[in-house]
């Protein structure tokens, strides 16, 4: 059930990914043809991978028909709820929360280290936040529930991926 729904997703934004490397070739080649810049290929690579991550994100929670059960603002409250974590339910609301999450997390540290050269975990939870809040905020504007749990799940998610970022870069500064 849930590999048939990723599958899905990936076909709906598939045309908008080729679209997005499209645009950033030739915007490449332009800028490298008319001198203005040479560019850090891996950093470049960076930022389309962020922004196609940016496009799923973008439609899974605008798109995605997930059943709920009206708005939530009383923290743990459908989480508790999933007494069986083994269900799909459990695997697609609480999980996949936090999964969703993760790579949000690793980009907004990484975007941070680029731009500051340092990395900082709480410029990069606010942000999390902020960005989990607003989505809540929208779905309830388009006709989709907020949940206060969905903004725990997904600031569990970029914790997770603030993590791995640190972690991933330790290891890399060991084995140079």
Known sequence: MIPNKVF???????????LFIIMAILLKIVSVGLGKRKGDFWIEFKIVIYIIY?????????????Q????????????????????????????????????????????????????NFIITIIYVLITSLSIEVIQYFIGRAFDIDDIILNFVGGVIGYIAYKVIHILLKEKN
């Open 8 to 18: 899905s997703l990936i076909n709906d934004v598939i045309p908008m990914i080729i």
């Open 54 to 66: 940016s496009f799923v994100l973008f439609h899974l929670v605008t798109n995605t028909d997930f």
């Open 68 to 119: 709920s059960y009206g708005n939530n603002f009383i923290p743990f409250k459908e989480i508790l709820r999933y007494t069986n974590i083994k269900s799909a339910l459990f695997l697609r609301n609480v999980i996949g929360n936090i999964a969703i999450f993760i790579p949000f997390g690793y980009i907004v540290a990484d975007v941070i280290k680029i731009s500051c050269k340092k990395t």
